[in-house]
């Protein structure tokens, strides 16, 4: 399967990826990476790997839907089925989400519907929660939340900073990220309703 991956920042999602690709874990490529920012990290591993990428401002189109279309016209010349947010920071429109009907992922450091939007572990933190974790889901229209593919589960400990929970957040990121690319790839994954059934999968 080609994938198209959405970032904006230092792209530690994205060298999951990129490693599970290399390692020949996943079946298919990265056909594409965008990125919003052109100053993000993410651009270094693209280069850095060989992988085709494209930087697209928001602030260089009139409106939203200009950006967007912008976007989906690019990973449509380049194939792209699937379409994987790592640590894309904009809200995705109806429209885009059209273009790739239940074909767009994110992952979410918490476990939602727990603490969704922004600063999901400083959330987890003050809330008291003494365990959280990460999700990768299907993006609907509403923000973080849409059909979950798979969860990892974290304890929040009592010694915890923002900084030490999202690192060991990030962790688990790393491994359910590449684990539902691959199960997308091989054709594994069905969404019936809110609910995904992954075909042969043992947890
Ligand atoms: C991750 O914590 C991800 O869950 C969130 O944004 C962060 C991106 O990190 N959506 P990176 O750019 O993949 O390193």
Redesign the pocket.
Known sequence: MRVGVL?????????ALINAYNEGKIKGEIALVISDNPQAY?IERCKRHGIEYAVVERREFKSKLEFERRMVELLKEKGVELVV?????RVLSGEFLKAFPMRVI????SLIPAFQGLH?QRQALEYGAKLTG?TVHFVSEELDNGPVIVQACVPVLPQDTEESL?QR??EF?HKILPQAVKWISEGRVEVEGRKVVVKGAIY
């Open positions: 970032v904006s920042g230092r792209g530690s999602n994205l060298q993410a947010l790592a640590g894309f920071m994110n992952i979410h450091p999901a990460c999202s957040i990030l990121e």
